[in-house]
């Protein structure tokens, strides 16, 4: 069983950046899929980001051109990079391998956008 663990979460002002970073504790490659997902107060849990076996990556329209998702197999870890960020931005944010579908998460990370 693969164990995820999130960091990189916090409070930041409007237009800041955070990195939030996904360690697994088993390796990545097995994978076809896996991204970030976010869940605010009242709301629905949401795909942001996704990436697929070759790299490719899916982002929900809100966050394109801001947000940037990448991995490391070598150190099995998988990042969101947020530019520019908006205080709708503000949920817990959760790292997934697998799909919505699959029991692979990761405890989530709090990010609060706030002047």
């Known amino acids: 069983q693969v164990q995820l663990v999130e960091s990189g979460g916090g409070l930041v002002q409007p237009g800041g950046s955070l990195r939030l970073s996904c360690a697994a504790s088993?390796?990545?490659?097995?994978?076809?899929?896996m991204g970030w997902y976010r869940q605010a107060p009242g709301k629905q849990r949401e795909l942001v980001a996704r990436i697929i076996t070759g790299g490719s990556t899916y982002y929900t329209d809100s966050v394109l051109g801001r947000f940037t998702i990448s991995r490391d197999f070598t150190k099995n870890t998988m990042d969101l990079q947020m530019n520019s960020l908006k205080p709708e931005d503000t949920a817990i944010y959760y790292c997934?391998?697998?799909?919505?579908?699959?029991?692979?998460w990761g405890q989530g990370t709090q990010v609060t956008v706030s002047s």
């Open positions: 088993g390796s990545m490659r097995t994978f076809a899929t």
């Open positions: 997934n391998l697998g799909g919505a579908g699959s029991p692979y």
